[in-house]
């Protein structure tokens, strides 16, 4: 067995390590609002939320091909081991933050860590990184998701509210606790849709980098059980420290706001996945929609203080795993015979 093929398979068993740690990072977007509102025991949401995450990574490749093809051009390396030590360097450095943020109970993105782990590797290899991709498809929308996501939830929280005034509150909420567990689900669904398919794009671009497959857009059908098991796996084996933060930490969530936050998020990431192919951020978009639900109780019902950390640790994502991964890139260059 050559050496290039060892270093192909070790570098997609990293990256499915990857979509495990995502997957366990971001299992509180799908259900921290459903557990903190009792619609579901953490049990059952986390079964639910695996299983749903499985379907959703079977179901498109779009923003697996923007994650292959559209972050740094692989082609640029000289040899195979390069552009295989290239991968290896951005998982590196997206894994470490992954770890780093679930370690302090911030729901910071899996997503961006990906991104801003392969740009660090392209910078230290000197290949070309496409930087008005980045922008387009990852800035652009790292802006406008949450922002959707607040100002959506917030108003249809404003209508549901004036629409249901005169309901009486205990039944109500009741209905809302039952219509979470469909919100939730389909929540879960686009997380699968939209992370599992970040990992697919890492695995075909080492296969492609290796010389074992000729087009980063083209995602074998193994790649994609793959990468929809681990990311499964990784949510069912939990993530209790990120669904506290979401599920209480924010606001005090009724079902009613949890069903509408769910709802919003689980339409701004179907929409961005088939739309725009934009590998938006789960957390980003869930964590704004809670926010807004938030603000029709009144200003100080969101504690601000803790949304400002989060805040804090979206900003920090993209340098911080660029320059871990950077940092990763250039070491293992000179240790690793190219």
Not at 138 to 144: K, N
Not at 192 to 208: P, Y
Not at 243 to 267: N, S, Y
Request: hydrophobic share 55%.
């Amino acid at each position: 067995m050559s050496e290039t093929l060892l270093l192909v398979i070790f570098i997609v068993g990293v990256a499915f390590i990857f979509d495990f740690t995502n997957g366990f990072h971001d299992a509180a977007n799908a259900i921290a609002t459903s557990v903190a509102t009792r619609a579901l025991s953490p049990k059952a949401a986390l079964t639910m939320a695996a299983c749903m995450n499985f379907v959703g990574a079977m179901l498109g490749t779009e923003v697996a091909s923007t994650i292959g093809g559209g972050i740094i051009h692989i082609g640029d390396a000289g040899t195979a081991h390069e552009g295989l030590v290239i991968v290896l360097g951005a998982l590196i450095g997206a894994i470490t933050w992954n770890l780093i943020t679930w370690y302090f109970g911030l729901p910071s993105s899996s997503s961006h860590a990906l991104i801003g782990g392969l740009a660090g590797a392209g910078l230290a290899a000197s290949i070309t990184v496409h930087w008005t991709v980045i922008l387009e498809k990852v800035i652009v929308p790292m802006i406008l998701s949450p922002t959707v996501g607040f100002i959506a939830a917030f108003v249809l929280m404003k209508i549901v509210l004036r629409l249901l005034a005169n309901a009486s509150y205990k039944p109500t909420m009741r209905r809302f606790r039952h219509a979470q567990t469909v919100s939730a689900a389909a929540l879960a669904l686009g997380h699968g849709l939209q992370d599992a398919q970040k990992t697919m794009g890492v695995v075909t671009l080492a296969l492609v980098a290796g010389g074992f497959h000729e087009d980063v857009t083209d995602i074998p059908l193994w790649v994609k059980i793959g990468a929809a098991l681990a990311i499964s796996l990784g949510t069912y084996s939990g993530g209790g420290r990120i669904m506290k933060t979401l599920g209480q930490k924010i606001i005090d969530l009724d079902p009613a706001r949890g069903f509408v936050a769910e709802a919003v998020g689980a339409t701004v990431l179907y929409s961005t996945a088939y739309l725009w192919a934009a590998p938006i951020s789960t957390t980003h978009t869930i964590t704004c929609a809670i926010m807004g639900v938030g603000a029709t109780k009144r200003k100080s019902a969101v504690r601000w203080g803790i949304a400002g950390n989060i805040v804090t640790a979206w900003v920090f994502t993209l340098p911080a795993s660029a320059l871990v991964s950077a940092a990763a890139t250039w070491l293992l260059l000179q240790v690793v015979p190219l």
